[in-house]
Structures are given as C-alpha cells and as structure tokens.
C-alpha cells in the first residue's frame, strides 16, 4: 500500500481491542497501530487464561490428567481426550479394542461437526449478521450435545477417553439417535450454505482479505483449517494415518484462493466429509470391548513420545517425558492455535480495522487453547 | 528413516559430535554451537520445512530443547533433534529465520523455562506478565504456595 | 365508515369550537397547537413501545427463537422492564470527557426528531404543519442529527467513540445525496415539495408503480441514513463496541436508542408517503392505511437487520458514490424524459412508458455489470 508523503502531517493512532471485547473470542487483546482505518501494525498480546497446566500435568497421574485435557479446547473436549489418551496408549504400548476404535472416531467426527459449526457461526456473528447464523449453527450443535451427554454424562467437558478404550459402552439409545442426527446434517449443512455462500455481502467482506500464501503458511507452522485453504494438502488423518482412519473413505477440501472465503468453504466441506466418515463408521462399528483392564497404579516404561491429532483446529500434539513413575516428568501441549495465531500479523498488515475481526474468526481461536 | 538422515547428516558435518538416540520416537542430539547450520542443512537440503514443536525440558542435570521437525512431502515420521544447555546460563540459538513460527514458541519457552534463544527478535515473555519473577516450569518453582511479585499495596 | 375516517379531524374541530366559545380566538388556536404537540410526543412514546416490541419478536421469530415472552403477555411489557431499567440505570461521565459537548449530544440528536414528526400526514387532514417546503425541510433537520453524532463521538473522548462519529459523518452526507435525488423523481411528478400535495397526486396511481428504481434507490439511501443493518457500521457491535455511543448510559443512551428508533420509523413513513401512496387505500380508516404500510416497510428493515452482514466502511462509500449517485442521476433524467413525453396522454401510457424506461435502466446496469465482472475476471486470471 503506497502511502503519499504531504506537508500534512498525520500521526498513527494506537487501538486496544482490548481484553475484553465482543469478537476476541474470550480474553484476547490485540495492539494495533492505525494510519487512518488502515492497519499499519498489530501485536497479538495473551495469557490472561493461562493456567500452568503444563505444571499442573507434572503433578497430577497420568489418569488424573484427563479432565485437564476437556478444558484446553474447551468446544472440542473430545479430540483434546483422544490426542492425549493416544500418546500415553503409545508410550506404554497400550492395545485398544476394535469397538473403542469406532466409538473414538465417531465422537471424534462429530467434535468436528460441532467445532465447524461454532467457528462459521461466529465469524458471521462478528461479521455483522446479528447472531442469526450463531444460533442456526447452534440449532444442530444441541442435537450433538445431547449425544455427548448420553454416552458420557456432559455435554462439553466429556472426559469420556481412558487409555486403552473409553469408559462407558453406548446406551441402547445411543445408534438410533445417532443415526436420525447423521441423516438430518446434509440438509442442515445446505441450509447452512445457502444462506451464506452465495449472499453478496459475505462475499464482498471475505473475499480477497487475509490472503496467505502456502509457503508462508508452512513457514509459520499453520496447521488444520488454516494450512488447507492455503492450498497445501496436509491432513494428519490422512498423511500420519492413526486409530483406524485408514479404513475410510474421505476427501480433503483445499482452498484456491487463499483467503477467509475458502477458509469459510473449507470448513463446511470438512463437515460433509465428516459426515461421510460417521456413516461409514456406523455401518462397520463391530460388537466387543470397549477398554482395556490396567493395573491399579499405573506406571508406563521410561522414555518420551510425541504423538500428534488432527483435530478440528490444527495439529494437536501432546509431548510427554515419562520417568518411570505415576506421574508424567514433562507435559507439553502443542497447540494449534497458539502457533496460528504467529501469523495474523502478517495475514492484518494493510487491510482495514473492520477485516482484522474476519481475519480473526477465520483462524478460529478458543482462549483455553492458546493460553493453556 | 531417521537413521538415514542421521547418516547424511553426519556425512555433511563430520567435525560435529552428533548422537543417535535411539527410543520409541529415535532422535538426533546435536550441540548447541551446530543447531544453527545442522538445521539449514536439514531445511533447505533435506526438506524439512514444516517445524512442529519446540519444546523445554528440565533434567536434573541439564536443559533440553527438543524440536520436532516435518517435511511436507515425505509425510510421516518426526525429525526430532534435541539440544542441551547447561543449567547456569541456558542459551541456544534461536531459529527463527529459518522457521518463523518458532516465534511464539521459542518466547513460551523462554518465559515458562528460562532458557534464551540468541538471535530471536523480540524475546520477552509470552504469557506470563512482563515483571513476573521466576520461570514456572522449572522443577525448582514450587507446586503450591502463594508469591508477591514487586511491592506490597499501600492501603 | 365516513365516520371513523374523520375521526380525529372531526375531534379537533370539536375541540376547537368548544375552546373558542370562552376563550378568545388566538388563545384556542395556541391550546389546539400545544395539544397536537402533546399528541405527538405521546404518539411517538407509543410508537417506540411498539416497534421495540416488534422488532424483538420478529428478529427472534427469524432467529428461530420465541422472542421476549415472560413479561405480560406476549412480552408485551418488556418495554416498560427496559424502561425502567433505563431510568434507574447510574449515570455515568468519563473524567476526560467533554462536559458541556457530552450532555449536549442526546439531546441535540432527540430534538430534530421529534421536529420531523411535524410534517408526516398520517391520514386526511391529520398533519401537524402542512408546510409546502415539507420534503426540504425534513432533509434539512435529518443533517442535524450529523452534527449530533459527532458531537457524541466527540465529547466521549474515547477512540472508538471518535472512530464511530467520524465513519457516522462520512456515510450520512454520502448517502443523503442520492435519498435526495430519487425523491427528486417523485417531486418532479407532482410539482410540489408539500408531503400532503404529493400524498393527493397518488390519488390514481401510487409512485411506487411509476418509479421502482426510485424506490429502491431511495429505500437503500434510507437505510444508510438511520444507520441500520446492513450499513451500521457505526454502531458495529463487534468491532468498535457501541461507536459513538459508547460511553453513555442510562437516561442519555436512552435518548439515543429513541432517536433511532424513531428515525427508522419516520423514514418508512416517509417512504410510505413518497411511493406507496401515503394514507389512501380503500375500506379502512386512513390513518390505519399509513400505519399499515409504513409499518410494512420497517418489516423489510427488520428483516435486513435479522439476515445480513454489514459493509465495510470503503464499500459502504463505494456503494454510495459509485453505485447510487449515477443511478439515481440517470433515473432522474429518464423520468423526466417519460413524463414530458407522456404528458396529457392520460394516465396508462405514462404507467407504461415508465415501466418499460425503468426495465431498461435495470437491463443496462446489469449488462454492464456483467460486461465489468467478465474484465475483472479475465485481468485476475491473468495476473
């Protein structure tokens, strides 16, 4: 952006959306310095949810950890589980039963669904749409939350995953619930697209803002939605493949231009594929076990892994140094959010104070991620 | 697959002590004064342009910074390379050139351990307020406990 | 029928006669004036515990949500809830802010208001003034209310207010040009500026039939006016908090959620009167008809509010400026080429001609829309 040097002699302003505001998504406070409406620079300041966990997850066992891990996304606590009880399932070579599998990937999938819809509701909300959206998205999103609550008692903060299956097996009125929801979400998806996609006002706010190219985007260790409206075709449940997710059938969408419109299309692609997994899953789901008997006090071998999720942010990945003991000797969680968040910026330099909201929710933060 | 790379590695720098570490995810220890160049050569030669992770350790005899490093193109399987730094003064060497999103997570570590990255553009604290004393995720820093930080309030 | 239709009228005559019997002629005029000013404001109390209300329960309705439902029945006390809430609600005065400019602005954004309300026929021979300067004159105090803003902006010594007065200034002044010039069409067509005069020229036709385009642009330009969805950028919720009113509370932030409310009202009004025929309309009372209509085209606002985005501030001037003022210049010129043309043929060949000169405008800019969206396209696959 060319700027034209006059004998006027104008100043840059210093705006504070501060912590608390309606579109941050929670405690996020952004420095963004003004030449006029435009965007000159911007610093993301955050840990006003931080909470140690990290610290907490040396003094807790290894069991004990597991609700902790509901809090860190805290839309999506059932992949914040699944990434966790995997990477102990790998330190101590855990097998799990082939029903825990299926039941894993169906919760997992409609986490995604939830999430997805949560983020495109919210970015339209702070587009200017008046919460319509919001609660259309929200509408589906109670349908899935009673399941959540059938199987394992909550809504959101689940803690339904244990190392080596999950807690409870299905109740009896779990499948048919499922399967009446499962069928309803097409329709649902393309109400949803038909009120936003083609309107002409979404499209004039979101296309062309927040243009990140793919080699910037890997540069800036993007990951998940984010990575893949840039073009670059990386899923983990498709390039790292783990659980069972090599048993079905689903495609990627990638973006092609690179800019809040394709991560709004991304995003409701991954909901149709979503879909897609969780009707092939309900078909194959064997009877059987659902967990695995461990000892009473569990101590893994020595040793440290890192084991990685796609979850419906990003890369979620969980590094954990075992020393042989009840407790973990180091826990670190690789948030995806937190790591996208470098690039936004970048993704903000030039453009307006209006588009740095869209550019925001396109990235889809949740604070209980990024400040751990 | 990393032993492969271990090896070519250790073709292309033989003055450098490097160690294979062998364990469920196999690692490459490399020291502090090489990362820099070991990590060039594994970025722009090898094309592992994807940095994952970074992370700190606290051993009771040393630091450790470990990172996790992907390449877009071979798909799975981390790079890991792992970096000690002594317990007095814990430096090494910033990569943020090479990989700008190590930005944010080098600042974490550096915030929650108090290990410095020579070279990183803006190193301050993260997530903790700047004026905070101490590094949390130290194994020396309490557990529980309450802590004043900077004067009493005059009431 | 005939005599629910005069009903008012014939109630003030009334009045008046039983006044002037003991009191002397100037004293009954001056009692009469000061009761229809006292209708007014009540009338407008009324209608903003209305359209609240209303506007609650629609959006709601459209949000797939029973609206306020708890407090009397159908939630049709929650005015008087907020109300009170408003009155008892601390008052509160940033230390930096301006005093004198501060407590100025509610006020100042109020009163041009209630002065529009002056003008507005709301049935045969209901107007409060029927001044035949009428539409200029409602033009001229609706830019008060500019000044108002800003002034509000100003006075909070805060950025976001300041952000809010000035994208509020920016997008008034833009957008009363081409409100002006399409009402200009339907000023051409009766020759008069007096909102009752042209209320009478739609006696046999409505102008809304004449000069959709007209309408539209002027519906549009309306809409920008009052600052609703989609152009409220300078209340923009979620970016700059509240904009030029964020800083107020309690009684003041009353004054401002009254003025724009009533705002929205007077301008369907207004365009209820402009185009749809203002009180005319068979079998009911017409006060009834221009309740009817003006409150069918706050649905429309309503509706607009619940189901889009909003612009950006650039688009918003580019819209304006690049969209609505050409337009609307173009509208003017054919308009006045039909009615000449068709003057003194009757009433069917200028209905005609002016629908077919309107489906040719709209033919025109959509070629050349298309004809624009084809070189973009073309300069974007080749960059």
């Excluded at chain 1, 302003?13 to 952004?30: A, D, E, K, W, Y």
């Excluded at chain 3, 209310?145 to 010594?157: E, F, K, M, Q, V």
Aim: with cysteine; glycine share 8%; hydrophobic share 45%.
């Amino acid at each position: 952006m060319q700027t034209v040097e006059t004998r006027l002699r104008t100043e840059t302003i210093t705006l504070n959306m501060g912590p608390q505001h309606p579109s941050t998504h929670g405690v996020f406070r952004m420095i963004i310095t003004l030449d006029g409406e435009t965007i000159v620079d911007l610093e993301p300041v955050m840990g006003y949810l931080h909470r140690c966990q990290e610290k907490i997850g040396e003094r807790n066992t290894y069991l004990q950890n597991i609700p902790y891990t509901d809090r860190l996304d805290y839309i999506c606590s059932m992949s914040n589980n699944l990434a966790y009880v995997m990477a102990v399932e790998k330190l101590a070579q855990i097998e799990v039963p082939e029903r825990a599998e299926y039941i894993r990937i169906i919760m997992v999938e409609l986490t995604r669904i939830v999430n997805h819809a949560v983020a495109i509701g919210a970015l339209l909300n702070d587009l200017g749409c008046f919460f319509t959206p919001m609660l259309y998205a929200l509408e589906e999103r109670e349908r899935i939350l009673d399941l959540f609550e059938m199987a394992s008692g909550s809504r959101m903060m689940c803690n339904y995953m244990r190392f080596g299956g999950v807690r409870y097996d299905l109740p009896p009125g779990f499948m048919p619930e499922l399967k009446s929801v499962v069928a309803a979400l097409p329709d649902f998806i393309d109400e949803f697209e038909r009120l936003l996609t083609d309107n002409e006002i979404v499209r004039i706010r979101c296309q062309g803002v927040g243009i990140l190219p793919p080699d910037v985007a890997v540069g800036y260790s993007c990951t998940g939605p984010l990575l893949r409206a840039s073009g670059v075709d990386y899923d983990i449940r498709k390039v790292d493949s783990y659980s069972i997710y090599d048993r079905f059938d689903f495609d990627v969408p990638l973006g092609t231009n690179y800019d809040v419109y394709d991560r709004y299309l991304v995003r409701i692609g991954e909901m149709r594929q979503s879909v897609r997994i969780l009707e092939q899953a309900i078909e194959q789901i064997p009877e059987g076990e659902v967990s695995v008997k461990l000892p009473r006090v569990f101590k893994p071998p020595e040793g440290d892994v890192y084991h990685r999720i796609e979850s419906p942010k990003g890369e979620l990945g969980f590094y954990l140094v075992s020393d042989g003991s009840t407790n973990p000797y180091r826990y670190k969680i690789r948030s995806p959010t937190f790591i996208n968040l470098i690039v936004l910026p970048e993704l903000c330099k030039g453009h307006k104070v209006a588009d740095v909201v869209a550019i925001l929710g396109s990235i889809d933060i949740v604070l209980g991620e990024v400040d751990r | 697959m990393s032993r492969e790379v271990y090896e070519r590695l250790v073709e292309e720098f033989p003055e450098t002590s490097l160690e294979y570490l062998e364990g469920k995810d196999p690692a490459i220890s490399v020291k502090a004064d090489d990362l820099f160049e070991v990590a060039r050569h594994l970025k722009e030669k090898q094309g592992y342009d994807y940095l994952s992770a970074v992370t700190g350790v606290d051993y009771p005899d040393r630091f450790e910074v470990i990172y996790h490093l992907y390449s877009m193109k071979e798909g799975p399987g981390p790079l890991i390379l792992k970096v000690s730094a002594s317990k007095e003064q814990p430096e090494v060497p910033s990569l943020v050139s090479l990989w700008p999103g190590a930005n944010f997570q080098e600042r974490e570590v550096y915030d929650l351990m108090g290990i410095r990255f020579a070279g990183h553009p803006d190193l301050k604290r993260i997530l903790l307020w700047e004026g905070y004393e101490g590094h949390p995720l130290r194994k020396d820093f309490p557990i529980e406990g309450y802590q004043t930080i900077g004067q009493e309030e005059s009431s | 029928m005939p005599f629910l239709n005069d009903l008012f009228v014939n109630l003030s005559y009334w009045i008046h006669g039983f006044l002037a019997r003991f009191l002397p002629l100037w004293a009954a005029d001056l009692i009469m004036m000061l009761l229809t000013i006292a209708c007014l404001i009540v009338f407008a109390l009324i209608t903003i515990m209305l359209i609240n209300w209303l506007e609650r329960k629609v959006i709601g309705r459209f949000q797939d949500r029973y609206g306020p439902n708890r407090v009397g029945p159908l939630g049709i006390l929650q005015f008087v809830a907020d109300a009170i809430k408003m009155f008892t609600k601390e008052d509160i005065t940033p230390a930096n802010a301006d005093r004198v400019i501060f407590n100025l602005a509610p006020v100042m954004v109020v009163v041009p208001t209630f002065l529009m309300l002056a003008v507005l026929p709301f049935g045969r021979g209901m107007v409060a003034a029927d001044l035949n300067i009428g539409f200029l004159y409602i033009v001229a105090i609706s830019s008060l209310t500019t000044i108002a803003i800003l002034l509000a902006g100003w006075g909070s010594r805060n950025k976001y207010s300041l952000l809010g007065g000035m994208r509020v200034v920016a997008q008034m002044i833009s957008y009363e040009v081409p409100m002006v010039l399409s009402a200009l069409g339907v000023i051409m067509l009766t020759g008069s500026l007096s909102l009752v005069s042209i209320v009478e020229g739609q006696s046999r036709v409505p102008f809304i039939l004449l000069q959709p385009l007209g309408f539209l642009i002027y519906f549009m330009s309306a809409i920008a006016e009052v600052n609703r969805a989609p152009f409220d950028l300078p209340e923009a919720e979620s970016e700059i908090i509240a904009g030029y009113h964020t800083e107020y509370s309690g009684m003041k932030y009353a004054m401002f959620l009254l003025a724009e409310y009533i705002n929205a009202f007077i301008v369907s009004a207004i365009a209820a009167t402009l185009f749809l025929g203002g009180w005319q309309g068979p079998l009911l009372p017409p006060y009834v008809w221009f309740f009817l209509k003006a409150y069918a085209i706050y649905f429309v606002l309503m509706w607009l509010r619940g189901t889009l985005p909003r612009l950006r501030i650039d688009q918003l001037m580019g819209l304006a400026w690049k969209f609505l003022v050409p337009l609307a210049l173009v509208n003017l010129l054919v308009m006045g080429l039909v009615a000449t043309l068709t003057q003194g043929k009757g009433l069917f060949p200028l209905v005609l001609a002016s629908l077919v000169a309107n489906g040719l405008i709209v033919a025109a800019v959509v070629i050349i829309y298309a004809f624009a969206m084809r070189r973009r396209r073309q300069v974007e696959v080749a960059a």
